[in-house]
């Protein structure tokens, strides 16, 4: 068996492991026999039953799915611009999404207009996702007139910034209760997340990863930069599109359905090319996929382990790996 194929393997027990664990850990311990049990149907006590099938399980199928899209996202935002230091949300997209909820949970109480039909029927999730929908328009717009992806690096940024700056003034202004309700959810939860949810979630998610998928052999070629994969053939344009559109898909749903998680997305890519010692994106892909959703089933294990948000634990647990690669490799993209 190759090292590669080894570590694969090794990836998927890991998984395994750490699903199962995150089943049977929380506020009830709960054994694996009794995890097993109520997977498949054998005699389990309903409420351990309803606790893990209700609760648990699609709380791990959320850390999955999330920690897979946001490490695939980043991934090819750092391919992209040829930087370690970007991520998934280096487009606006958390900014984007801030934003709407913002404005959701914020704003409209603001206006007199929190009681109206419309927002009630938008919520969280529905203002998260048109807040990056609309920051997706305003990069493909940008990306059709600019062809320095350094500009478009730049401009992202100082979009977010922008944003971030109405989003304090929204702060600023509002009450009490309804900025407790903003900030707890700029720290994160993968357990808002209901089987209805789940439903709407999973299906984007899975066109994000086949756009990422597709796009395996063209993020090969920007290694070497823009120009010479022209001289290859590639349409830079179009790839680029394809890119943004899954980075927005991938990062844009996680972001509306668990807010903002952040370093998975940024720390993960690096800890693949570790591990995997290798630059090819056919092993860096779902590699970074395997190891992001292992990754975030570890955080949502302390979380729950130390009662805390899980972007505090995902930042404590990124920034360690993100701080050792760029010093130890700083010719990462070179």
Not at 253 to 269: D, E, N, R, S, Y
Request: proline letters at 4%; glycine letters at 10%.
């Amino acid at each position: 068996m190759s090292r590669t194929a080894l570590i694969f393997s090794l990836l998927t027990l890991l998984l395994a492991v750490l699903f199962v664990a995150d089943l049977a850990v929380g506020s009830v311990a709960i054994a694996p026999a009794e995890v097993w049990n109520a997977l498949t149907g054998g005699a389990c006590d309903p409420a351990t039953r309803d606790i893990i099938l209700k609760i648990r399980l699609l709380k791990a199928i959320t850390a999955l799915a999330a920690g897979a899209a946001l490490a695939a996202s980043g991934l090819e935002m750092q391919t992209l611009f040829r930087n370690p230091l970007a991520g998934p949300y280096v487009l606006g997209v958390s900014s984007g999404a801030s934003l709407g909820v913002a404005l959701f949970l914020l704003g409209a109480p603001l206006l007199g207009i929190g009681g109206s039909s419309f927002l009630q029927s938008l919520g969280i999730v529905g203002a998260a996702w048109l807040g990056a929908a609309l920051v997706l328009a305003a990069i493909l717009a940008i990306s059709r007139r600019i062809k320095d992806i350094m500009v478009i690096l730049i401009l992202g940024m100082m979009f977010g910034s922008g944003v971030s700056a109405i989003v304090e003034i929204l702060q600023y202004l509002s009450d009490e209760a309804a900025l407790k309700t903003f900030v707890i959810w700029t720290m994160g939860s993968l357990g808002e997340v209901t089987g209805d949810r789940l439903t709407l979630m999973l299906p984007v998610l899975l066109a994000g990863f086949v756009l990422a998928v597709a796009v395996i052999k063209p993020l090969n070629l920007l290694l070497l930069g823009e120009n010479y994969a022209r001289t290859m053939g590639l349409n830079v344009q179009r790839t680029r599109l394809r890119i943004f559109l899954s980075t927005v898909l991938l990062a844009g749903t996680v972001t509306a359905f668990c807010g903002p998680v952040g370093f998975i997305g940024l720390a993960v890519p690096h800890l693949a090319r570790m591990i995997f010692a290798s630059a090819d994106h056919r092993i860096l892909v779902p590699g970074s996929m395997m190891a992001g959703a292992a990754l975030l089933l570890v955080c949502d294990l302390v979380s729950k382990s130390l009662a805390l948000p899980i972007n505090t634990i995902t930042a404590l647990m990124g920034i360690p790996v993100v701080i050792y690669v760029v010093t130890r490799n700083r010719n990462l993209f070179r």
